[in-house]
Structures are given as C-alpha cells and as structure tokens.
C-alpha cells in the first residue's frame, strides 16, 4: 500500500458520530417517555372507536341478514321456488348472521358494561323472531297452495300449523294471504321496530365512546404539546448533522461519483475515512489500470500467433453489422495443415501457423483485421473495400503462395485456399456464407488459390 495512506489527517466521522448519538440518545429518552404515555391514551381511544365499528358493523349485519330472509320468503311466497326456502334456512339455522353479530354486540356491550344496549339487542333480536313467524306461516300457506309434499319441505315449515280457516281456503285465497302476511302494513312496522332498536343501541355505544375520546383528546393535546418541543431540539440537531453529513461525506462522495465517470484517480478530500479510501482506491485504481490493459491484450489476442482471435473477430463482424460502409470477407484455409503436423510434428506446425499469420499481417492495410478463428483457418475483415481492394487482393494471394511454397525458413512448403465475398452494406447476414462458397470452390478446384463469390454458387 502507498506510504501515504497511512498518514492520514482529518476529522473521524466515528467519533463525530459518538457524539451526535449521546445526545440524540438524551433527548429521544425524553421523547419516548412522552410517547409511552400518549400511547396510553392513544390505546384507549383507539380501543373505544374499535369498539363503536365492531357494533356498527355488527348491527349492519343484523339489518342485512333479517332483510335477506325477508327478500327469500317473498321471493318464494311470489315464485313457490323451493331454492328460496334452502337459501332461507340456511342463513336461519346455518349461516346464523344475526346471532353471531349480536353476539359481537353483546361483547362490546360488556365492556362498555351499558345494560341499556342489551335491552335494545335483546328487543331487535325478538321482533326479528317475530317477523319469522309470519314468514314460516306465509311459506307454508304458499306450500299447501301449490299442493307441495309437506313431508319434504324443511322441519320448520312442517312444524308450522295453519288454522282451519287457511286450510279450508282456496289456493288462489292462500297466496293472496301468503303475499299480505309478508308485505302488509304490520309486516313492515315490525322491521321498522328493528331497525330503530339496532340503531339506539349503536347511539348508545357511540355516546360512551365520545366520553373517553374526548378525556382521551385532552391528555394527548398535553402530551403532544411537550413532544413539540423535543422535535424541535431534534430538529435543529439533524439541521447540525445534515451540514456536518454534507461537508464530510455527501460533497466528497460527489466528487468521487464524478471522479469515477471520468475515470481518474480520487480527489483527497473529506474526512478522514474519506481520504483513507481515496488514497487505497487510487492505488487500486493504479493497479487495475495496468492489468487491464494486459487481460485486454491477452483477450483479443490469439496466444500462438499475436494476431487477433475468434472472440475479437465476432466482435468486430456484430460492430460492421449496422455500418453503411462496403465490407470484403476472406476466409482462408492452410491447405493440408495436418499432414504438416503428422509429417513434421505440431511444434513445426506451430512455427507455421506463426508465419502464415505474420505474412497476413504485413500484406493488409493497417485498418484491416487479421484473426485467427480456428486451428488452421484464418480471415481478414476488409472494411471500405471495393473491386479494386478485391483486385489487389488476389495479387496479395498469389504472393503469398509464392512465398510460402517456396520456403526460405527451412519449414515445409504450404499453400492458402482463400474464399472472398464482397457486401455493400455493413457485415450482412449472409457475408460469411457466400465467403464460405467462394472458399469450397477453391478447394474443389485443387486448393491454392483464390475464388471470389458469384451469384450461383449456391
């Protein structure tokens, strides 16, 4: 590590942060006791108002389940569907809406300990027994009228009993019965009866809870108003800790950003962890500068001949995919490398592979790319090429044969197939295909030598 991170000066935001936390500390102390005993109140209140929904909740679903078997029993007393008397005695005798939200009535009641909503449930819950009186009777008259087996109506339809004079009417006069029973006068001042005793129990639930919220209120306003002044210690402490957060940490953590898009070392400044990892950071930074350009290196390069390798020839064919410019491909083939090998050995065929590599490179333009992307299989990416550059490329070819089957470096004569293909538009699709077709000529025809792609080579 550089000898000058380790003599380092400036303000520790550690210890500042000591600092600031003991006083914090101090204060919030003061603050949750206040707060402990507003949630006190709070409780209460809360506890109460919880109290006044669940028994308008539960009163709301009295109203509609007593509403629901009025609807099915005249449903039925009009249609004589036996589907609305199961749907009826279901929420009777099953479902049980009125008893279960009564019961959450009855809780609430208790702890509240108000005797007169007790009365008012007890009351509404009677006149709802009563209703069903008339309702039971109405749909048994209906049954009868329509000559239903009573032996397979529900238990508290055969149960019912109808006077003489019902029973001696005719059908049309027991409906017209069933129907007043279910949709008179009475009938709807009995559900009236309900509905007011379900909300003066409501009324009664809500004057208690008004009692408590408003002594709850009074405490809490006392309580708050000591709050209010903690805060505003608070307040002004975070103000001290925001300039200090600002100077030691948020302006150097910029510069850093900026420091890092525009990819230099860091700048030494803010406190004195800041300035410790800037100096770490920059010779890291140092460091990893170096290497990179040596893993670049070795990543576009291939390791036995220098030149360019198969992952920097995909590379650089996807970069000329979009390009407007005129694109010539050569695909080139060591012909008959592995009787090289077999014959001479694989470190001859190596030293092969280097001077076919090097004689590619000294033969193109410097903005031409010379890859390796196989064993024995090279190409060069030719870019703002044009029947001329292709002209010229032939010679190159045939120079190259030249040299490389009559060897002066003591290696094994060896010659080149070479396919090219020409594209006015970038490195299409189809580029490597026709350099590929233009190349199998080549070798059909007796290697060593050099085809450019025709249309009908398919």
Same mark, same amino acid.
Request: glycine share 4%; net charge negative; hydrophobic share 40%.
């Given at each position: 590590?550089n000898e000058q ?34 949630? $006190?109140?709070?409780? %209460? #209140?809360?506890?109460?108002?919880? !109290? +006044?929904?669940? =028994? ?6 009295? /109203? ?19 589907d609305y008397t ?101 009938? $709807?001042?009995?559900? %009236? #009866?309900?509905?007011?005793?379900? !909300? +003066?129990?409501? =009324? ?6 008004? /009692? ?107 970069s000329l995919k ?137």
């Open positions: 590590m991170s380790t003599h380092v000066k400036g303000v520790k935001i550690q210890t500042t942060s000591y600092l600031m936390i003991l006083i914090a500390c101090i204060i919030y102390g003061f603050v949750l006791y206040e707060t402990f005993h507003t949630s $006190q109140k709070y409780q %209460a #209140l809360t506890a109460a108002t919880d !109290s +006044y929904i669940r =028994s308008q909740d539960a009163a709301s679903a009295v /109203s509609q389940a007593s509403s629901f078997l009025t609807e099915q029993a005249r449903l039925y007393v009009i249609t004589a569907n036996p199961e749907a009826y005695f279901k929420e009777a005798n099953e479902t049980r809406s009125r008893e279960i939200s009564l019961e959450t009535l009855h809780e609430v009641e208790h702890h509240q300990e108000d005797d007169e909503v007790h009365i008012y449930l007890q009351t509404a819950l009677q006149y709802s027994y009563k209703l069903m009186e008339r309702e039971l009777y109405a749909m048994k008259l209906v049954a009868v009228a329509n000559g239903y087996d009573i032996s397979q109506l529900a238990q508290e339809l055969q149960d019912c009993a109808l006077s003489e004079e019902d029973l001696a009417a005719s059908p049309e006069a027991q409906k017209e019965k069933a129907k007043n029973l279910v949709f008179d006068t009475a009938y $709807q001042d009995e559900k %009236a #009866l309900i509905e007011s005793n379900l !909300s +003066y129990s409501t =009324s009664s639930i809500l004057g208690h809870t008004r /009692s408590i919220q408003e002594a709850s209120t009074e405490a809490l306003r006392l309580q708050l108003g000591r709050l209010r002044i903690y805060i505003s210690i608070l307040f002004l402490m975070n103000i001290v800790i925001f300039l200090i957060i600002s100077l030691l940490i948020i302006k150097p953590l910029q510069i850093y950003v900026k420091c890092i898009n525009d990819n230099r070392a860091l700048e030494v400044i803010g406190s004195y962890e800041f300035k410790y990892l800037a100096l770490t950071y920059n010779n890291i930074y140092e460091l990893n500068a170096a290497n990179e350009v040596m893993l670049r290196k070795k990543a576009e390069r291939d390791a036995l001949t220098g030149i360019l390798n198969r992952g920097a020839f995909d590379q650089i064919k996807a979009a390009s407007p410019v005129p694109v010539a491909l050569m695909l080139i083939d060591v012909d008959k490398f592995k009787e090289v090998n077999d014959g001479y050995g694989h470190e001859m065929g190596d030293k092969v592979l280097k001077q076919v590599a090097n004689l590619l490179s000294s033969r193109f333009r410097t903005s031409d790319f010379v890859a390796r992307i196989g064993g024995d299989e090279f190409a060069v990416i030719l870019p703002e090429a044009n029947e001329e550059t292709l002209s010229a490329v032939a010679d190159k070819v045939k120079d190259l044969n030249q040299l490389l089957l009559h060897n002066e470096q003591d290696m094994p004569p060896v010659s080149l197939s070479v396919g090219v293909a020409l594209s006015h538009q970038g490195f299409d699709e189809t580029l490597y295909k026709k350099a590929d077709l233009a190349l199998y000529q080549v070798k059909e025809a007796g290697r060593c030598g050099c085809s450019f792609y025709q249309d009908g080579m398919e």
